[in-house]
């Protein structure tokens, strides 16, 4: 149930019960309505929206979840219009999974497009539960096109999405009739010669509606860019990249920040102050900071961060942050932080070790070189608790190297797992490099495995073997390899 509970009258004014059975609820308390889904079809409150048949697929997460996508609808500002996701994947062919938590294994088919195969069509719907009448956007044929990153415009006339096309090496910013469903203009294009991957829906500045901001990586790293919103109907211009592709802007384009370092999230706004506050990282170092829309003013530089994990949760008006972070020696600190000097104002929890009284394995971390000479890669070594630097250790090197992947932090035990302190503890020397192809290094460091996964990370963790067998104290004719992947 979704109850509004009303604090002056100290009464529940509203109560809404989706339909037994309701799955991916998505509650707008602007409008109060509640859009969910049963089996593969769409409903909001008790109203089915859709009423499509088997292998049609209304209201949930497409593209694989791919391109930051993890839903599947999206409410407007004022709640008045729901967009939704519309994926037919029957003509994409079956493939089995078996369930092993059955008491007798059961076979679970579901579709799935092999590379190179046919791929499901997806379109974007606009419903009105004031009408109960929905549109599609006119996007033209969806075959082999994915269309991500969903945003609304203040005035909730306008819906804007990033599409990519198969290959991902080509994205487009449109804005479509929220009324009408045809397309209004292209207000940004990203090219490059191995892959694009939006990742962030544009956020409208709230204290100016014709401004939006949008995340690339178009100089190397993802950074923060401010857009016109009426750019559609400007002339528009191309110009190549840092980053080794070509773009096309419509409208004057501010970049806002700028570093070898990149933007993990953006937390919200301080209107007052005309700030975007954001979380950034590089490799071990992290940190919050705030930007000024105006001026470009960064609140601090990147460098003054220190080795650490840091996430975010900004107050609406965007004077005060819970700061949660770790680092190597400190599992988990909550401060209350000012966002004007990004100071402590207040902890809320310094959480003890769990390890506390236990004999624990020491950590180190440093960089060595990668196959290509020049780039450094981060490792993590464990070693166990009553290491004799005379003694000849067994080694197990630990492997998750693919993108989207960061398995060397700097944050509690460097990202280290209860399995590599239990293993330790076994006496064995515990071994993780981040090899190319890992995030939060920037996008050459990402996009080094393009068409050779598998062979480039190969040579990397081969580099760090040869690191592993230059140390007195590793026994060569014993380093084993375990990795694994949900």
């Known amino acids: 149930k979704f109850i509004v509970y009303d604090f002056k009258s100290n009464q529940v004014v509203s109560t809404l019960k989706p339909k037994d059975g309701a799955d991916n609820e998505d509650y707008c308390a602007a409008s109060g309505n509640v859009a969910y889904t049963i089996g593969n079809n769409l409903y909001v409150n ?59 294994g059961e076979v679970n088919n579901v579709r799935y497009p092999m590379a190179g195969m046919t791929s499901h069509q997806v379109k974007v719907g606009i419903y009105n539960p004031a009408t109960g009448k929905s549109i599609y956007l006119n996007a033209g044929d969806p075959t082999d096109r994915y269309f991500t990153n969903i945003s609304w415009s203040p005035d909730e006339k306008s819906l804007y999405l990033i599409e990519v096309n198969r290959d991902q ?68 211009e191309t110009y190549n990249s840092a980053n080794g592709g ?12 700028k570093g070898n370092w ?77 966002t004007k000097n990004f100071k402590e104002t207040a902890n809320l929890l310094t959480a003890e070790s769990p390890y506390e009284g236990y ?15 020049t780039t ?33 932090t700097g944050g509690w035990q460097n990202g280290a797992r209860g399995w590599d302190t239990y293993m330790a503890g076994k006496g064995y020397i515990m071994f993780t490099i981040d090899n190319r192809g890992s995030s939060n290094r920037g996008l050459a460091f990402e996009n080094a495995t393009f068409r050779r996964l ?22 060569s004719e014993r380093i084993g390899v375990h990795g694994w992947s949900s």
């Open 454 to 475: 598998g062979i480039e990370e190969g040579k990397d963790q081969v580099k760090g073997v040869e690191f592993l067998k230059s140390l007195p104290y590793v026994d």
């Open 262 to 338: 990149l933007v993990s999230d953006v937390l919200g706004f301080n209107t007052k102050r005309k700030e975007i506050i954001f979380t950034a990282v590089e490799g071990l170092r992290s940190g919050h900071f705030a930007v000024n829309v105006s001026n470009g003013k960064i609140s601090q530089p990147f460098e003054n961060c220190k080795e650490s994990e840091h996430s975010g949760m900004l107050s609406a008006s965007g004077t005060y942050l819970i700061d949660r972070y770790s680092t190597k020696d400190q599992p988990r600190i909550i401060n209350l932080v000012d």
């Open 376 to 408: 450094d890669l981060h490792y993590r070594l464990m070693k166990p608790a009553n290491f004799d630097p005379a003694k000849k250790y067994p080694v197990i090197v630990y492997v998750y190297g693919g993108p989207h992947a960061q398995c060397v």
């Open 46 to 104: 008790e109203k089915a929206v859709t009423n499509e048949p088997e292998g049609i697929v209304c209201g949930q997460t497409v593209h694989r979840n791919e391109f930051g996508i993890n839903k599947g609808t999206f409410w407007s500002p004022k709640g008045n219009l729901l967009a939704f996701y519309r994926m037919d994947e029957s003509m994409v062919t079956q493939y089995p999974l078996v369930d092993i938590t059955a008491r007798v």
């Open 169 to 236: 090496n080509h994205a487009k910013l449109c804005q479509y009739n929220a009324e009408t469903g045809e397309p209004m203009g292209v207000l940004y294009e990203e090219m490059h010669p191995k892959y694009v991957e939006p990742q962030n829906a544009i956020v409208f500045l709230p204290w100016d509606p014709t401004k939006f901001i949008y995340q690339s990586q178009r100089d190397g790293y993802n950074h923060l860019y401010l857009f016109d919103a009426d750019a559609a109907n400007m002339k528009g």
């Open 359 to 373: 004999q624990m394995p020491s950590i180190e971390t440093g960089t060595i070189k990668a196959a290509d000479g």
């Open 246 to 257: 070509t773009y096309f802007q419509a409208g004057k384009v501010k970049q806002l920040t």
